[in-house]
């Protein structure tokens, strides 16, 4: 039975820092800001360059800071920048809204 | 007393992880381009190698000696270094994120800085106790902050001078860290 010996040991550590992992991050976690992620997934991610930005990441961030609007966008649909715009507008307004990513 | 200070000038000096072990190279030649983040990635080593070597010390002393199964040590130290670095990250990024921000790109890299293993391990072949072990755990990540803070110096001012083509950049580095370890390894006549 010695030979189980290793692996439970390994198993259990492996259990055990998982759990504190767990725990940890549980305790200590932070709320990160998923607005820019949001837009970014909103908009139609060709990363063509065309609004100016370095690619849909860039046009993102400058939206969210308000540097840049969504009509800048070349390429998107008007039933997109629609629902771009509605994410935005309850952006400002405050109401929490789910980001209808593709 | 004399033993432990024995210790830590052995190995801030003479056995210097950059430059006699050679442990953590990647990172040597890799962050120490920048003095700041030179300081960033030398500071974050300090505390996950004192940490670590506490963790799996006790570990090894406490759950691997007594089963005698001291062979899979490398292995278990792994899994402990990433958890620690994983648990150290996320409480950081809560209390500190001037800090975080600081050192979160590194925090990363450290996981898999075998300088981190090394001192681990290095700590049980040679059989220290408590006080020796977090003596030398100490000492060896000062050292490679001094090490490399000299090193990105150095760096910092071989870009304002003129290099012939055939040795701009790594070729440079390399020849640079060669010099500093002949430097080193003349403080081994000390002890």
Redesign the interface.
């Known amino acids: 039975m010695d030979i189980l010996?290793?692996p439970l040991?390994?198993g259990g550590?492996?259990m055990v820092?998982?759990l504190?992992?767990y725990f940890?991050?549980l305790k200590?976690?932070?709320e990160e800001d998923h607005t820019v992620q949001d837009v970014e997934h909103l908009l139609p991610n060709y990363n063509c360059g065309a609004c100016g930005y370095p690619g849909c990441k860039g046009m993102a961030e400058a939206i969210v800071s308000g540097k840049a609007v969504p009509a800048q966008c070349k390429p998107i649909k008007k039933e997109e920048i629609e629902i771009l715009n509605k994410y935005l507008e309850a952006l400002k307004t405050g109401t929490p809204v789910e980001a209808t990513a593709k | 007393m004399t033993n432990l200070l024995t210790i830590a000038f052995t190995a801030f000096f003479i056995e210097n992880v950059l430059l006699y072990q050679f442990l953590g190279i990647c990172s040597f030649i890799g962050v120490g381009k920048k003095r700041s983040s030179s300081l960033g990635m030398g500071l974050a080593v300090v505390v996950t190698i004192i940490l670590a070597g506490m963790a799996t010390w006790a570990?090894y002393r406490y759950?691997?000696e007594p089963?005698e199964?001291g062979y899979?040590k490398t292995?278990?130290f792994i899994?402990?270094i990433a958890?620690l670095v994983?648990?150290m990250e996320?409480?950081i990024?809560?209390?500190s994120p001037a800090l975080y921000k600081a050192l979160g790109i590194y925090l990363p890299l450290i996981t898999t800085n075998c300088a981190v293993l090394g001192v681990a391990i290095t700590n049980i072949t040679r059989d220290y106790s408590f006080a020796e072990m977090l003596v030398y755990s100490a000492a060896i990540p000062l050292g490679y902050l001094f090490v490399m803070y000299i090193y990105a110096i150095i760096r910092e001012k071989l870009e304002l001078n003129p290099v012939p083509k055939a040795f701009r950049g790594v070729p440079i580095a390399m020849i640079l860290a060669a010099l500093l370890a002949i430097i080193f390894s003349r403080f081994g006549g000390l002890i």
């Open positions: 010996i290793p040991v390994l550590l492996g820092l998982g504190l992992i940890v991050a200590f976690g932070v | 570990i759950v691997m089963l199964i899979m292995i278990v899994l402990v958890a994983q648990m996320t409480i990024k809560k209390f």
